[in-house]
């Protein structure tokens, strides 16, 4: 099922996702539904607030640009170490329509993670993975790669940031706006 994407500034994704403590058949529903929204909205990377949901887990696909779908589930990811080395990407948002900006982030990273049979795996990425992972893991403390850029880059993203937040910058998948009212979050 093809879920809405929270646009911003919605507060749920400003919301800290608690962890999960027990792989429901809902928790894997969930993560089945995001994979599905992701592609459908063709994106790289999505994390649960972004569909309404509070909770630590991300889902990530860089192949399937090249009909090499390679889902990556991560519950509960956690960052364990992150390289001096920084590098620069643009970035874009699923939950910011049409904005994107170049982001200095630690160019290597080591991530601990659950998959969905409960299993306790370590990576390391570099390259662009571990700038989704990063991304995606920003998402489940409320960040926003925007929060990344400097207050000036900030401040010159300003009228773009309203225009997302009021509605008027409407991408070709189903959202829900910024302003909508908190409880229209889908229960889980
Ligand atoms: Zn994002």
């Known amino acids: ?16 996702a608690e962890p999960i403590e027990e792989i429901t058949p809902d928790i894997r529903q969930l993560a089945q539904n995001m994979l599905q929204t992701m592609y459908a909205a063709q994106g790289i990377g999505l994390a649960a607030n ?33 390289s001096e080395e920084t590098d620069q990407m643009e970035e874009g948002c699923l939950s910011l329509p049409e904005l994107r900006d170049v982001v200095v ?54 009228r773009k940031l309203d225009r997302i937040a009021q509605g008027n910058v409407l991408p070709p998948y189903p959202v829900v706006l910024g302003t909508a009212p908190v409880e229209q979050r889908p229960a889980l």
């Open 50 to 82: 972004q569909v309404g949901v509070p909770r630590q887990l991300i889902v990530i696909d860089l192949g399937r640009e090249e009909g090499m779908a390679q889902p990556l589930i991560l519950l509960n990811p956690v960052l364990e170490a992150v």
């Open 105 to 158: 982030r630690p160019a290597a990273v080591q991530v601990r993670y659950l998959d969905l049979a409960g299993r306790e795996h370590r990576r390391e990425a570099a390259g662009l993975l571990a700038r989704v992972i990063q991304h995606e893991i920003d998402h489940l403390h409320g960040i926003y790669f925007i929060d990344r850029l400097s207050p000036v880059r900030r401040l010159l993203l300003r």
């Open 1 to 16: 099922m093809i879920l809405p994407i929270y646009l911003y500034d919605h507060p749920v994704l400003r919301q800290k």
